[in-house]
């Protein structure tokens, strides 16, 4: 079966999951349950992980093969915005909502991870998992790289949604992309 074909299985999987992450966001440095939720998926797929950060994870996927070793990499905070949907899986936390997309970020790595742990003997090289906390804060990436994550890396590859690209595609460029970070900070 092609990798295609496998993701298709598991678009329910990935689907729930991000819906009970967007039911229970949390702040940048604050992701404990997020933190669980992710540990629990993980163990499931029996992909060793290390806690580095506060609430960051790096997950170790080894090949059966020598190769390069490439990091995925999604953001797990929320931001502090009360939701204004009716949605069936609204937020349950007032005032905090996933609004930038990293409750569907998360739930597409642990898809990524399923698929591939069950690909193990066909992977050549090592995949990590980098789930990580505080992107809002512009934290969580220091505490990646701090903890050594980048180490020996050949690549590493994020993503972001874009609502303006029409669906089924997807934009790549060379180098830094929608990268930004900034906090406003109200006076009074």
Request: overall charge negative; aromatic content about 6%; hydrophobic content about 35%.
């Amino acid at each position: 079966m092609n990798i295609l074909n496998r993701v298709k299985t598991i678009e329910d999987y990935i689907i729930n999951i991000r819906r009970e992450l967007h039911q229970h966001p949390e702040l940048s440095g604050r992701e404990y349950k997020t933190q669980q939720k992710i540990i629990e998926e993980l163990d499931k797929l029996g992909i060793p992980y290390e806690k580095v950060g506060t609430t960051s994870l790096i997950a170790i996927l080894k090949g059966k093969k020598v190769g390069k070793v490439i990091a995925l990499r999604a953001d797990i905070d929320a931001l502090p915005i009360e939701e204004e949907t009716d949605v069936s899986f609204k937020s349950k936390n007032k005032g905090i909502m996933h609004a930038c997309g990293h409750d569907a970020h998360t739930a597409m790595l642990l898809g990524a991870a399923k698929v591939l742990s069950k690909m193990k003997d066909e992977i050549s090289g090592e995949i990590r998992f980098f789930f990580q906390e505080a992107e809002e804060t512009f934290e969580g990436a220091k505490r990646i790289i701090e903890s050594g994550g980048m180490k020996g890396g050949d690549a590493c590859f994020g993503m972001h949604g874009m609502p303006e690209l029409e669906t089924c595609y997807i934009n790549i460029e060379p180098g830094y992309r929608m990268a930004g970070c900034f906090t406003l900070i109200e006076k009074y």
